[in-house]
């Protein structure tokens, strides 16, 4: 699957940093293999990060224009985006 398909229109694509995109595309992709959302730290690990509060910072403003949401199911910080596998 090609990352550009996961973001509905090239407005969208816009409005995500290069840094936000890749951890769009990881969100969706490890729900989709995990059927879970992905926590903080797992995003943090799997990308590099060295700290939680950055991918916390990325998710938080990727939240203000839409494209995530908190999710209910999972305590320990999942998260979760407003895109839909089954679309």
Not at 82 to 87: E, G, H, I, L, S
């Amino acid at each position: 699957m090609k990352n550009t398909k996961l973001l509905n229109t090239k407005k969208q694509r816009k409005t995500l940093t290069d840094k936000q995109e890749k951890i769009f595309v990881f969100i969706v992709m490890f729900h989709v293999d995990n059927n879970r959302p992905p926590t903080y730290r797992e995003i943090m690990k799997a990308l590099g990060y060295n700290h939680a509060s950055v991918i916390k910072g990325h998710v938080d403003r990727m939240k203000v224009k839409g494209f995530i949401k908190d999710s209910k199911k999972i305590i320990a910080k999942g998260v979760k985006t407003t895109w839909d596998p089954k679309d």
